[in-house]
């Protein structure tokens, strides 16, 4: 019913910057918040930065001022900014968005993922 797909990994040396794509599509009535997660090889996921649907944002504190969140309402798609990459950034990246459909169902959709690789 809802699709995300993200773009824009890849690899970077330490220092270089990445933008991430996210759209959502499909039987969308709204979405809620939308978010980045990543998971590293042999770690859980974990949050690395969310926007709701008015703009408040929130971040993990190991990439406060260097990712950057941001969302397009109109086009359901959300954005990261990545500045500053370090090796301890590679993971795959993960979308979320928490999608009211159509049909009035509340679902918790999730991406492919996408993979970003800093290399040292």
């Known amino acids: 019913q809802v699709q995300l797909v993200e773009s824009g990994g890849g690899l970077v040396q330490t220092g270089g910057s990445l933008r991430l794509s996210c759209a959502a599509s499909?039987?969308?009535?709204?979405?809620?918040?939308m978010g980045w997660y990543r998971q590293a090889p042999g770690k859980q996921r974990e949050l690395v930065a969310t926007i709701t649907s008015g703009g408040s944002t929130n971040y993990a504190d190991s990439v406060k001022g260097r990712f950057t969140i941001s969302r397009d309402n109109a086009k359901n798609t959300v954005y990261l900014q990545m500045y500053g990459l370090k090796p301890e950034d590679t993971a795959v990246y993960y979308c979320n968005a928490g999608v009211l459909t159509k049909t009035f169902r509340r679902i918790d959709s999730w991406g492919q993922g996408t993979q970003v690789t800093v290399s040292s």
């Open positions: 499909g039987s969308i009535f709204s979405i809620t918040a």
